[in-house]
């Protein structure tokens, strides 16, 4: 799906229709919809293209893998979005004092 | 000077109480769909319809809304339809911590650009808010090209994707 939501994100930020972006890179509609929806899978180098018509650049960067949020986004998918709201709220504001001692020593 | 401490439902339920029409984007959007980043303040995107301006002003009011300065302090203003009206942008202090009202987020055209994804969730004042979509508010985020909103969208992403994995299997 990171394709499929790639060329969304990158279809809407240009404000156009799959129609208009399918007229771009005479392709169907509903070809573009296909992707979009994660039915097809596009190539990398069509996705780049893709976006490329959305006046976009897909950037390439060669990071080392990371998926130390995912044990937190779990955890947080299996409560509600209130209490998801209330966890993390409660976790900004514990950290006050804490900013607050941080600022003060900054400006001794 | 440092903020009221953050408490984002009370902002919400004035919000609903003048009944606004508005859109919760930014970090507690994302934070509603599961993403670990927490922030300290609530952005809305309110409707720019001629009616809403007045609502907005009036909740502004109920909230003790004042501008608020690089250093944190208040600036008092007189919050009224017209002024609203002139500015996409306000960054505010009330009594229940950081509110900024963002007319039209980067890479969006607004409140009915963000309508069409947006979806109705209870953030725990009892009655359901509009929250823009996580990819909607990836997209802000890289369009706004701020150090900090780049810094927050690995999170974002791996949300995406472990949401993604989860409707997958379901």
Sequence with gaps: ?108 | MSDPPFDPKPMLRVLQEHEVAFIVVGVVAAVAQGSPIPTRDLDVTPSPAADNYGRVASALRDLDAKLRLPDGSGLAFPFEARYLAGNTAWTLITRFGVLDLVYQPAGTRGYDDLRRQAFEVDLGTGKPVLVASLLDVIRMKEASNRLKDRAQLPALRQTLEVIREQERRS
């Design chain 1, 1 to 108: 799906m990171i394709s499929a939501d790639l060329l969304k994100e990158a279809r809407l930020r240009a404000g156009i229709t799959q129609a208009e972006l399918g007229r771009r890179v005479q392709r169907s509609q509903s070809q573009i919809a296909r992707w979009e929806r994660g039915d097809v899978k596009p190539s990398l180098e069509t996705l780049r293209e893709l976006i490329r018509a959305c006046g976009l650049e897909l950037g390439f960067e060669l990071a080392n893998y990371d998926d130390s949020y995912v044990p937190d986004i779990v955890d947080n998918l299996r409560v509600t979005p209130a209490e998801r709201l209330e966890r993390s709220v409660a976790w900004v504001n514990a950290l006050r004092p804490w900013q607050a001692a941080f600022e003060k020593a900054r400006h001794v």
